[in-house]
């Protein structure tokens, strides 16, 4: 959700465009970068067994910050990027179950592709622990991370994980 719009409704019930302050949009950005990097990172975690603190490190001095790259990670929100793998990592064995749970029946997390397990991770962390993060700003910034990397039914399978966790974990705002 990176656009420089916001609907809203006006004193008549009218909808109209807000528009969102370069600063408050710089920041969404920021965070987007962020989140396709944390799920970069948490599948390389995964695949290679590399430790928490060494790929926060290795972001931060080789891929943050640097130009020329295929996909520039120089504006990541690197605080933001560091708490949701830390928080994934923390809570895993709470963030796991809940996805086998949500996932199609025959269907378990660990036989679900390496890169959208770590979108479903991250996504269900913040969910769950990320209040500052609106539930469906969640949902559709890991549903555009899908798509970066798949064509497929992934996407379609990463809104529908999400969305149903979302319903049991912040029901107030998933009506």
């Keep these: ?64 910050g640097t130009e020329g790259d295929e996909m520039s990670l120089e504006e990541a929100d690197e605080a933001f ?18 996805v086998d749970a949500q996932l199609a029946e025959g269907w ?19 969910l769950l622990a990320r209040r500052d993060v609106p539930a469906k700003v969640a949902i559709s910034e890991y549903v555009e991370v899908a798509r970066a990397f798949f064509d497929d039914e992934e996407p379609k399978v990463t809104n529908g994980v999400l969305d149903g966790i979302g319903r049991r974990v912040r029901p107030e705002e998933l009506v």
């Design 1 to 64: 959700m990176t656009s420089g719009d916001e609907d809203s409704t006006d004193e008549g019930g009218k909808r109209r465009q807000a528009q969102i302050s370069p600063l408050r949009q710089s920041q969404r950005a920021r965070r987007s970068i962020a989140r396709l990097a944390a799920v970069q990172a948490l599948y390389q975690m995964d695949l290679a067994q590399t430790d928490l603190a060494d790929v926060i490190a290795d972001y931060r001095t080789r891929r943050f």
């Design 108 to 126: 378990r997390l660990t036989r679900v592709d390496a890169i959208l397990r770590a979108i479903l991770r991250a996504g269900v962390y913040e």
């Design 81 to 98: 990027f560091a708490a949701l793998l830390k928080g994934v990592v923390a809570r895993q064995r709470e963030i796991d179950p809940l």
